[in-house]
């Protein structure tokens, strides 16, 4: 019983599961509002009525969404304070400044200007409104950015000081800390990782009807866009990832070695990159796995001959620097997340490749004999398993920064509210879970039934020629 | 660059103060909106003209809470933690309201079912009188002192925070929000639900004065100083001259002063507070000041220039955007767009 009231497992399941819920919703409104505005500039440029329907559909399909992840994120807010008051106390000079930032420079921005793009179509002028859904889309993209950097922070933590006698982390440097080099790489990385999940629910959508036969006019365009979007978000994400794998190697070797499961420090065609792996349930021995010599070391190093260290040295290593303890992460959750975050990334772009090569030039995509049917099956389930991916891709990073709250000052037992009992927390995390639970399903099958209702045709201006929108209300 | 010769910690003191002002003269509207549901939305038109009242308004409202959170945690990470772990479960409660209420707007009009419809109105109204009772609730604790151990730590329990005094703050929010959705319904509606929600803001305004009054007193005779004394003056006789307009039907001047009242009764508890930020009822050693709760000159410096710089941007485009929904909704405005959609939806068959 007191096992299962015990504050801090009780506290880490809470966030990582809202946190994860939250993010759900974040790849969509990032993503899907430049999509939104790549389709509005095109209407407005054009005067095509097919861009106005794509820009409404998906449109939709962004709002439903946007409140989601909106509400969700109070949540993330209050949670640093309500469950990790510690943390909060010992980082808040630091970490509080970025989250400000977000508040001011970007959410701000993105709340006001959602409200005039969905009420504003008949009271601004057109290009006044088109300008609205771009500065969200730019608000998004900015909150991104301050809240990556406040996460890297906690990765790799720069431009503090610590006051030992109020003891806690003070700013000496928002640039530094800013342009942490850790930020740098996982804000693109992440930003195209949006796109992707963006992409993989234009893929879906257009392909339920594509299937079927219907909206093609307006379908096949966003089929293409969603193609493209994949190719090119994943060779971004990749490019960034990669960037991102060598500053990890250099601040927090450890998640590196744990991703790989790498016990002992490997060099050259040693350091190689298992693709799978069977071992014995404590994780220490092998039994069986499929290699890819020099891989690692080319992953870590950008060299064949480079060495990796493993987690058994670096063990070592930080019980002299930070004294006794266990230092390292889970290692089967850390292992299976990044192999599955890179294999199901990479399974998108190869998909979404075939995809583009299979619908060139208007062509209805064949392939062998299999019935087009399945072809668009595989097509649908792009949105949940690219959403999937960017799930498994947060749990690696976050998971394999364990134990660390703030990776080598703050461990994540010393982070937590100590005066907020497991039975608080379990009754949060109860209500969470159930009030999630609800609106997921809820929401998704709002999104089924906004897709399935496809686009719909806009009235035209008798004098003008011209797709009106109507007016909007709630 | 330099901003060191100011006392930064009591100038974010009084931003953090203002950013909750706005916080609840802004929100403060749209839990009254919501919760007038359950009086003036006879049908499914009046409600949509009630909810659309606030529609394209109550995100960017809602963000005051979050950015006065952020700078809560940014300029007294002290304050924000002892303040948020020690009252965790009245905030879980207005974190599940505001969920709640969040989503039924966007989810309400997804689909025509009557029953569906119910839910969601069902869900805005709970989930703008709770927030609007917990705030006033939250508020009246602090300025009152809670217990806290000597590392801040609130030792009380939930139900410490339902003191009499407390449960005032509280009904005084309720009201004072609820009066304030009311005189905005009057403001942004036409026709005959206009005149309903003037005689309901006439009713309602009566029982707030009585309310308001007494937690004001009770909060001067036990904590006034400083600015307490004419700030909450002000607040009671904008009150009164809101309602007086209300009977007038000069919905503007009553909005007005309703937000007048609204904002110095809210600086009136900050100024009691001063220049504590959490008092300690048990020992007063324990308690958090602004002072020994704020962050380092550094990070108040960088804070100050962003606020200076951004909070001048941000209330010109809040104030732009109200003037672009400054129209009235009628329920020939939902009526229209109903047809609108109707139209568009027979086109595509």
Request: net charge negative.
């Amino acid at each position: 019983m007191n096992e299962l009231l015990d504050p801090l497992l009780l506290a880490r399941w809470q966030f990582g599961l809202t946190t994860i819920y939250h993010f759900l919703f974040v790849p969509i409104t990032i993503g899907m509002a430049t999509t939104v505005a790549i389709f509005q500039t095109a209407w407005v440029r054009t005067d095509k009525v097919v861009y106005l329907q794509l820009t409404r559909f998906f449109g939709t399909l962004f709002l439903i969404n946007f409140a989601m992840g909106v509400v969700t994120g109070i949540v993330q807010e209050f949670q640093f304070g309500m469950n990790w008051s510690e943390y909060s106390r010992f980082v808040g000079d630091v970490f509080g400044a970025p989250l400000a930032l977000e508040g001011l420079l970007a959410f701000f921005l993105e709340a006001t200007f959602i409200g005039l793009w969905i009420f504003g179509w008949d009271k601004l002028p057109r290009r006044l409104h088109l300008a609205t859904i771009w500065i969200v889309a730019a608000g998004t993209v900015l909150s991104a950015y301050f809240i990556i950097a406040a996460n890297a922070f906690m990765q790799n933590p720069v431009g503090y000081a610590i006051n030992e006698a109020k003891g806690r982390a003070e700013l000496v440097d928002i640039w530094e800390l800013l342009t942490n080099p850790v930020a740098l790489a996982a804000f693109p990385h992440t930003i195209f990782a949006c796109f992707m999940v963006t992409a993989g629910l234009i893929i879906s959508a257009a392909a339920w009807h594509l299937a079927r036969g219907q909206h093609r006019e307006s379908m096949r365009p966003a089929l293409r866009l969603g193609l493209w979007m994949m190719v090119i978000a994943a060779a971004l994400t990749t490019f960034f990832g990669d960037q991102l794998s060598l500053s990890m190697v250099a601040t927090q070797p450890m998640k590196m070695a744990a991703a790989e499961a790498t016990f002992n420090t490997v060099c050259g065609a040693d350091a190689s990159f298992s693709v799978f792996t069977l071992g014995t349930p404590d994780g220490y021995t092998e039994l069986f796995s499929i290699r890819i010599p020099y891989l690692l070391s080319l992953l870590s190093t950008h060299s064949l001959d480079g060495c990796v260290e493993g987690i058994i040295d670096l063990q070592g290593q930080y019980e002299s620097l930070y004294g006794p303890g266990d230092y390292t992460p889970i290692i089967w959750i850390t292992y299976w997340s990044f192999r599955w975050m890179i294999g199901l990334g990479l399974a998108h772009a190869a998909i979404a490749a075939v995809g583009l090569w299979l619908t060139r030039g208007g062509r209805e995509p064949r392939l062998f004999r299999i019935p087009p049917r399945l072809i668009w099956g595989v097509a649908i389930w792009s949105f949940p398993l690219s959403l999937g991916a960017m799930i498994v891709g947060w749990i690696f990073t976050e998971m394999g920064r364990q134990p660390w709250l703030v990776f080598g000052l703050l461990p994540t037992e010393s982070g937590v509210s100590p005066n907020v009992s497991g039975l608080e927390v379990l009754i949060s995390l109860v209500a969470f879970t159930l009030v999630y639970g609800t609106l997921a399903v809820v929401e998704f099958r709002l999104i089924v039934r906004a897709i399935q209702k496809g686009p719909a045709t806009p009235s035209v201006d008798e004098q003008t020629g011209r797709a009106e929108p109507a007016t909007t209300v709630y | 660059m330099d901003l060191a010769g100011f006392d930064l910690p009591t100038l974010w003191f009084w931003i953090v103060a203002a950013l909750f002002i706005g916080y609840f003269v802004l929100d403060g509207f749209d839990f009254g909106v919501g919760m007038t549901l359950q009086f003036l939305g006879r049908d499914d038109v009046d409600r949509r003209v009630l909810i659309n009242t606030i529609g394209p308004v109550w995100d960017l409202n809602e963000t005051w809470v979050i950015v006065a959170g952020a700078a809560l945690f940014a300029a007294f990470p002290e304050w924000y933690a002892t303040l948020f772990s020690g009252f965790y479960l009245a905030l879980l409660v207005i974190l599940l309201a505001l969920i709640a209420r969040g989503v039924s707007f966007e989810y309400r009009h997804q689909r025509p079912e009557a029953s569906w419809k119910a839910r969601f109105d069902l869900m805005i109204i709970i989930g703008s009188a709770v927030p609007a009772m917990l705030w006033g609730v939250a508020f009246a604790n602090i300025v009152q002192g809670v217990p806290l151990d000597a590392e801040h730590n609130y030792i009380g329990t939930f139900f410490d925070l339902l003191s009499p005094y407390a449960l005032l703050g509280g009904l005084t929010t309720l009201m004072l929000f609820f009066t304030h959705g009311a005189v905005f319904v009057t403001l942004k509606t036409a026709g005959e639900i206009r005149e309903r929600a003037q005689r309901l803001a006439a009713r309602s305004g009566a029982i707030t004065v009585v309310v308001a009054a007494a937690f004001l007193l009770w909060t001067g005779f036990a904590h006034g100083a400083g600015w307490f004394w004419p700030l909450a003056a002000v607040a009671a006789a904008s009150l009164v001259a809101a309602l007086l307009a209300n009977l007038r039907g000069a919905e503007g001047v009553s909005f007005t002063f309703m937000a007048v009242s609204i904002a110095t009764a809210v600086a009136a508890l900050f100024a009691a507070l001063f220049p504590d930020v959490m008092p300690a009822s048990n020992d007063a050693a324990n308690g958090l000041t602004i002072e020994n709760a704020a962050s380092s000159p550094y990070t108040l410096t960088v804070m100050s220039w962003t606020a200076l710089i951004f909070l001048p941007l941000i209330l010109a485009y809040q104030g732009w955007t109200y003037w672009v929904f400054r129209k009235r909704i009628t329920r020939q405005t939902i009526e229209n767009a109903e047809l609108d959609q109707s139209a568009a939806e027979e086109a595509a068959r």
